[in-house]
């Protein structure tokens, strides 16, 4: 497990486009060669999303030959609904880069048979031979995905209660009226997102500290299901400032030194692939 601390919001959205890009790249995709992600939604991966849409307009990453799979969606609420994930997606991601829309799948929460539509969604994943990379964000209370406090840790995609703080907290997106609020969604599970290669999960914000804490500084625990990821072999924590003001003043500084090592790595790795791809399209 890695804990990246960055000083605020918008160097840890870099640093998370950064690090996909970089692993898109390596991967050298291909049409019998699809590089699959997992993605989230929200407010955290916002800044994320934008710079990754610049590094395609600036030509210097493609999405032809990747593959996206969303964590969840919203149950009964219409596809072309402003706040349905479908939206969301397609709006602040998926429109601006030239990814092949039959190559990216979100739940679809109107469907006629909910236990199905999450069962054909394992189906396409295990397809695409797994997800190489898995990003996701966390609620206030520690939740993935739509993984609520108290769901299994070894979880799949299925229907799901979404309990009142996170309605409470999803309420801005519906005008401060919790009776527009959906009350259940369909969701990947822990187990599904355990499965992936390799797991970036994005914390920012003081109201994200105490989840931040609970996730690395105590055990694993079913109440705070990103705990759950420090059992992957291959997980990175990538926070702001903020987000650390739970944490010992001793893990922050330890983290903290490796963070800026990592950093200077990876910016310099991304600098020698711009100037490689600049000099082919040159």
Not at 62 to 68: C, E, G, L, Q
Not at 116 to 123: I, K, N, R
Request: hydrophobic share 40%; with cysteine; aromatic share 12%.
């Amino acid at each position: 497990m890695r804990l990246v601390i960055l000083d605020n919001y918008d160097l840890a959205s870099e640093w998370a486009a950064k690090y996909i890009c970089n692993r898109i790249i390596q991967f050298k995709p291909g049409k019998d060669r699809y590089f699959t992600l997992g993605l989230p939604t929200g407010s955290t991966p916002l800044g994320c999303y934008k710079k990754l849409i610049e590094y395609h307009k600036n030509g210097f990453l493609s999405f032809k030959y990747v593959k996206t799979f969303n964590m969840d969606e919203y149950v009964g609420l219409p596809r072309q609904h402003p706040e349905s994930y479908h939206s969301y997606m397609w709006n602040n991601f998926f429109k601006h880069i030239d990814i092949d829309p039959n190559n990216a799948h979100i739940l679809d929460g109107n469907a006629a048979d909910l236990q199905a539509e999450c069962d054909a969604f394992e189906d396409k994943i295990k397809e695409a031979g797994g997800i190489d990379l898995f990003v996701g964000g966390i609620g206030p209370d520690g939740h993935i995905a739509f993984n609520e406090p108290g769901s299994s840790l070894v979880s799949r995609t299925r229907l799901k209660t979404l309990a009142m703080d996170t309605i409470l907290a999803n309420a801005k997106y519906f005008d401060g009226d919790l009776s527009k609020v959906p009350t259940m969604a369909l969701t990947v599970g822990v187990g599904t997102v355990m499965d992936a290669r390799e797991v970036m999960i994005l914390i920012t914000g003081a109201h994200k500290a105490f989840a931040l804490y609970k996730a690395i500084e105590e055990g694993v625990n079913h109440m705070w299901t990103v705990s759950a990821f420090q059992q992957h072999p291959q997980t990175i924590f990538v926070c702001d400032e903020d987000a650390t003001l739970e944490l010992r003043v001793k893990t922050v500084k330890y983290f903290k030194d490796s963070s800026l090592l990592v950093f200077l790595l990876l910016h310099e790795h991304f600098s020698v692939l711009r100037m490689f791809l600049s000099l082919l399209i040159s």
